[in-house]
């Protein structure tokens, strides 16, 4: 099959134009050198890559065509670039959070490396082609632990870059091993090649090993436990920008490939979990992991006293809820996880914007740096308390609908026999646990006072305006759902689904 | 309509308190006064403009979440309608009582306000969706009017609160869910979820989960241990509300999700609701003889009174369940004013609830208004004729006589435990022998106190005189077309 070039770049142009940024913005730092100013440095770095990733969005807005080439290696439909858009977006926030911060001299690189973490996800998203898949999660990954270990001085970063990597290139040799058996079982490496081989081959030993294995090293991308070991730490020693990178954009991008290819590429081995009937296949191994997911995260977020750790528990707690409605299996599944990555993208990136400005107002992240953060600077813990309450699932606020219809979706398996209801019920179970490390961090930041001398609370300009910017957002999608939901929807039934 | 003001401009209350800034609590208290009474008048124009009939009026219906038929849906019958004015009241009630409030005044009334939101929202909710996020948006105010300006051990009151109500809304949403999937309607309209007809078997099992999950927010026993520690920890306003409104959320729904919608679940429960209720009345009111501290007997009387609800509820049968709306009102109304007495006039004076201290103050010579006014809370409270109690209780015990004969005698024993422990508390409290009382005891009452104890006292005299205006609106309300099938199901005339 002849490939046409020009069709090519059209296809892959978000992301040239994602890459020439990064080069571009490497270009600048060099050419301002090390005499100009950091602040100054910064500002053009952090700039360049915002206004390339505007760039991109208007491209994927209004110009790139719909394809694909080389039988789903690069896959551009309605639904892969309103996901792209997103993960643009989200890019755009962690880049203003980090206008300020003062982690390393090395602008130029760190706005680079993140950009070209970017450009993975990207792939990641437009993707139905395992080994693009393979190769485009490596690249996001590479960049991450760069990212977590950019603060070379800190060794809690550089311990939890390398602890990152070893479980990282781990799970990124187990995902391969499992596509290579995926790929022996069926002789093929495109997603819907794979599920129409399987469609009439079936489940066999060595099949169910390979999606297991998949399930490893798509897990870690996610955090699901029992390969969530690195994030408390990852999040807790990275620079808070570069965390909020990873606990949104990569979530989302991880979230999403995940959902693709439970609903175009394993529905033949599906399998099924109603209550005490298990038929094996991919959906009860999610629906296992869910479970453990939603229960160790839960347990493990109620002893954190570091607000970033509690996040990352929280996030682990939250994988779990994406794969419990990813266990439907269909369109519907991949409809609410997506919605829900999404808006929990939004609320992490918010919160952890919040997590940046605390630590610059009083030098930490644990509890103690938020006592009395309500009387010290209302309207950021305002934003705070909207993000936790978001992610603790109340209305009117974005977490609220999200969760919803993610336990909506879940009880809907299996028909009239509510099949999936223990499920639902451990999840209803463990949302009452997180309330109480929810409500008990909110406690700290608006019930107890501040402590010692107060110092004058340093302005936040751009990063607050970012993190009152999310705050409305999650506060809007979640009194109109639709704003978000009826796009999606739409670029869900072009794409075909 | 009137009545969806009650929601807008309790909203837009908070916003404006939160805004005018903590700098200035006088002007915090004014404005959240004039938005409780702008709301309380909203309510009363609205309640007229429904009028006393048998309908279900539409206040606005517009799609929410088309994709899964989720409507934004406010409409009233005579039992929401009766709700509505309570939560009026109540309001106005609980600021008068809060006027000495100064501590970051501005965050106290704007999540006052907020839950007062939450409260109308729910009372005029015919979308299953929107009725769960406005209940679940009525708990978070709560826990932070307690944390935050409570008393005794208020962090571990309004975490215990907080907690139990999440359960309660836990166990609500995976019943709703379930109600939603099984009737095959696509759609969250209350109305027509009844009408469907839920299978049978998910009855059976959701009914509970529903029925639970609300009546643990309306003290049922034994998921009642919140509701003393919580009105304990409570500033008086939140106590108030807590008792007055926010109990009410959860036989409301229970009611209205619970019943409504699932009357077949509810007439295979009713004998379990039934035990549960009375042992909640009995043994609620025995641990109410035994307290030492002030609020808790009120906190436990709460929980005793809030049984005969569920007991009328059980009853299943018309007499029972409009007592059970009506006894739900006269509890709110009467309660709050306790709640008021307790923590504003007695707690906020002397510092301590204590009641072997308090018998040494005599506080009857000190402040008679508060003994006066407690007296008559008293009495309304006992259920004596002249007040509302008299007449809810009156209606939910010969309801639940024709159901359950055993069980509304059990809770006429409960009447009686009633009287005893509210007389012990009225004598220990106040008309104990003068002995150590301080000048700062017998600071006079204020007027805003004085106007709130008149307005709920009034109100509570209004429907004990009266009843019948309340009782036409519920059973109109009953008779209305939301209501149907439960009535079909339940054989009622």
């Known amino acids: 099959m002849a490939m046409n070039y020009l069709e090519l770049a059209r296809l892959t142009l978000a992301e040239a134009i994602v890459v020439v940024t990064a080069l571009v913005v490497l270009g600048v730092d060099l050419k301002l050198g090390a005499a100009t100013a950091l602040g100054?440095?910064?500002?053009?770095?952090?700039?360049?890559?915002?206004?390339?990733?505007?760039?991109?969005?208007?491209?994927?807005?209004?110009?790139?065509?719909?394809?694909?080439?080389?039988?789903?290696?690069?896959?551009?439909?309605?639904?892969?670039?309103?996901?792209?858009?997103?993960?643009?977006?989200?890019?755009?926030?962690?880049?203003?959070?980090?206008?300020?911060s003062t982690f390393s001299v090395h602008v130029g690189e760190y706005v680079a490396v993140l950009l070209l973490g970017l450009v993975g996800m990207l792939l990641i998203a437009g993707t139905e082609n395992v080994l693009v898949l393979f190769l485009a999660l490596e690249l996001a990954s590479v960049s991450l632990y760069i990212l977590v270990g950019f603060n070379k001085r800190d060794p809690r970063g550089t311990e939890a870059a390398l602890k990152y990597f070893l479980?990282?290139?781990?799970?990124?040799?187990?995902?391969?091993?499992?596509?290579?058996?995926?790929?022996?079982?069926?002789?093929?490496?495109?997603?819907?090649?794979?599920?129409?081989?399987?469609?009439?081959?079936g489940l066999s030993p060595l099949l169910m090993v390979g999606l297991v294995m998949v399930l490893v090293g798509l897990g870690f991308k996610v955090a699901a436990v029992p390969f969530h070991f690195w994030a408390p730490d990852a999040y807790q020693g990275a620079p808070t920008p570069a965390a909020s990178f990873i606990a949104a954009g990569s979530k989302v991008a991880a979230f999403f490939i995940l959902a693709k290819l439970t609903v175009v590429a394993f529905p033949a081995v599906a399998g099924y979990w109603n209550w005490s009937q298990i038929a094996p296949g991919w959906t009860p191994l999610l629906a296992l992991v869910s479970a453990v997911s939603m229960v160790v995260g839960n347990l493990a977020a109620l002893t954190q006293r570091n607000v970033k750790r509690l996040l990352a528990y929280s996030a682990v707690a939250h994988a779990g809820y994406v794969l419990?409605?990813?266990?439907?299996?269909?369109?519907?599944?991949?409809?609410?996880?997506?919605?829900?990555?999404?808006?929990?993208?939004?609320?992490?990136?918010?919160?952890?914007?919040?997590?940046?400005l605390v630590e610059a107002g009083t030098g930490g992240s644990d509890w103690e740096h938020f006592r009395g953060l309500s009387q010290k600077a209302p309207g950021l813990a305002?934003?705070?308390?909207?993000?936790?309450?978001?992610?603790?699932?109340?209305?009117?606020?974005?977490?609220?609908?999200?969760?919803?219809?993610?336990?909506?979706?879940?009880?809907?398996?299996?028909?009239?026999?509510?099949?999936?209801?223990?499920?639902?019920?451990?999840?209803?179970?463990?949302?009452?646990?997180?309330?109480?490390?929810?409500?008990?961090?909110l406690k700290v930041v608006f019930v107890e006072g501040p402590e010692g001398e107060s110092k004058p609370w340093p302005k936040g300009g751009i990063e607050f305006a970012t993190v009152a910017v999310a705050a409305v957002g999650v506060v809007a999608i979640g009194c109109l759902p639709g704003w978000v939901l009826g796009p999606l929807q739409n670029a869900l039934v072009a794409a075909g689904f | 309509m009137a009545l969806t003001w009650t929601i807008w401009i309790s909203m837009l209350g908070a916003v404006g308190v939160y805004l005018a800034g903590p700098g200035n609590p006088a002007r915090c208290r004014w404005i959240a006064l004039m938005a409780s009474v702008a709301g309380c008048v909203a309510a009363l124009v609205g309640a007229s403009q429904v009028g006393v009939n048998s309908e279900l009026v539409t206040l606005v219906r517009v799609p929410w979440v088309k994709i899964l038929g989720i409507e934004f849906h406010l409409a009233a019958d005579g039992v929401s309608v009766v709700l509505v004015l309570l939560t009026g009241v109540a309001a106005v009630a609980g600021i008068l009582f809060s006027w000495n409030v100064s501590l970051r005044a501005n965050e106290f009334f704007a999540l006052y306000l907020l839950l007062i939101t939450g409260v109308y929202g729910v009372f005029l909710s015919f979308d299953l969706f929107q009725f769960f996020a406005f209940y679940e948006l009525a708990i978070v105010p709560k826990y932070f009017l307690i944390a935050i300006w409570g008393s005794t051990r208020r962090e571990y009151g309004a975490m215990k609160l907080a907690l139990y109500s999440f359960i309660g809304s836990a166990l609500v949403l995976v019943g709703v869910l379930a109600v939603y999937l099984s009737s095959g309607t696509s759609s969250f309209d209350l109305v027509r979820l009844a009408d469907s007809g839920v299978p049978a078997a998910v009855q059976t099992w959701a009914f509970p989960l529903v029925f639970v999950g609300f009546a643990i927010l309306a003290g049922m026993w034994p998921f009642h241990t919140w509701a003393p520690t919580g009105h304990v920890a409570a500033p008086t306003a939140a106590s108030m509300l807590l008792a007055g409104v926010v109990m009410k959320l959860g036989a409301y729904g229970a009611l209205r999700v619970g019943m409504m919608v699932m009357p077949q679940g509810a007439m295979l429960w009713a004998p379990a609701v039934a035990t549960l209720a009375t042992v909640g009345i009995v043994s609620a009111a025995l641990v109410a003889l035994v307290q030492q501290d002030f609020k808790f007997v009120i906190g436990y009387s709460s929980v005793s009174?809030?049984?005969?609800?569920?007991?009328?509820?059980?009853?299943?049968?018309?007499?029972?369940?409009?007592?059970?709306?009506?006894?739900?009102?006269?509890?709110?109304?009467?309660?709050?004013?306790?709640?008021?007495?307790?923590?504003?006039?007695?707690?906020?004076?002397?510092?301590?609830?204590?009641?072997?201290?308090?018998?040494?103050?005599?506080?009857?010579?000190?402040?008679?208004?508060?003994?006066?006014?407690?007296?008559?809370a008293s009495v309304a409270s006992m259920g004596l004729p002249g007040f509302s109690g008299f007449v809810a209780e009156m209606q939910v015990l010969t309801g639940a006589w024709q159901a359950y004969p055993i069980a509304a005698l059990a809770a006429g024993v409960g009447v009686v435990l009633a009287v005893a422990f509210t007389l012990r508390v009225l004598q220990k409290a106040f008309l104990g022998p003068a002995t150590t009382v301080t000048p700062e005891d017998a600071t006079p009452i204020t007027t805003p106190e004085k106007l709130g104890a008149f307005l709920l006292l009034g109100t509570s005299l209004w429907v004990g005189l009266y009843p019948k205006l309340l009782l036409d609106w519920i059973d109109g309300g009953l008779g209305s077309p939301a209501f149907a099938t439960m009535r079909k199901v339940l054989g009622w005339p």
Request: charged share 10%; glycine share 16%; aromatic share 12%.
């Open chain 1, 167 to 201: 479980f990282g290139g781990m799970a990124g040799a187990f995902l391969l091993f499992g596509l290579s058996l995926i790929y022996g079982a069926t002789g093929a490496i495109e997603f819907r090649a794979i599920a129409l081989k399987l469609s009439t081959a």
């Open chain 1, 382 to 441: 305002l934003c705070f308390g909207i993000f936790v309450l978001s992610l603790a699932g109340i209305p009117p606020l974005a977490g609220f609908f999200g969760k919803f219809y993610l336990f909506l979706v879940a009880m809907s398996v299996g028909g009239g026999n509510y099949g999936l209801l223990w499920l639902v019920g451990l999840g209803a179970a463990t949302t009452c646990v997180s309330f109480f490390y929810y409500l008990r961090l």
């Open chain 1, 40 to 100: 100054i440095r910064r500002g053009w770095a952090c700039g360049l890559g915002v206004v390339g990733c505007v760039v991109a969005v208007a491209w994927l807005g209004v110009g790139a065509p719909a394809g694909s080439v080389a039988g789903g290696m690069l896959v551009s439909d309605a639904l892969t670039r309103w996901v792209k858009m997103v993960l643009l977006g989200l890019t755009v926030g962690t880049l203003l959070l980090s206008g300020r």
């Open chain 1, 324 to 356: 419990m409605a990813l266990v439907e299996g269909k369109t519907l599944g991949l409809f609410a996880v997506t919605f829900y990555a999404v808006t929990y993208a939004i609320t992490a990136l918010g919160a952890f914007g919040v997590v940046s």
């Open chain 2, 305 to 376: 009174h809030m049984g005969f609800v569920l007991l009328g509820l059980a009853a299943a049968n018309p007499r029972g369940v409009s007592g059970a709306v009506l006894q739900m009102f006269s509890h709110g109304v009467i309660a709050g004013l306790l709640f008021g007495v307790v923590g504003r006039m007695v707690y906020d004076r002397t510092h301590t609830r204590e009641l072997t201290l308090l018998e040494g103050l005599g506080l009857a010579r000190a402040l008679p208004f508060a003994a006066v006014t407690f007296t008559l």
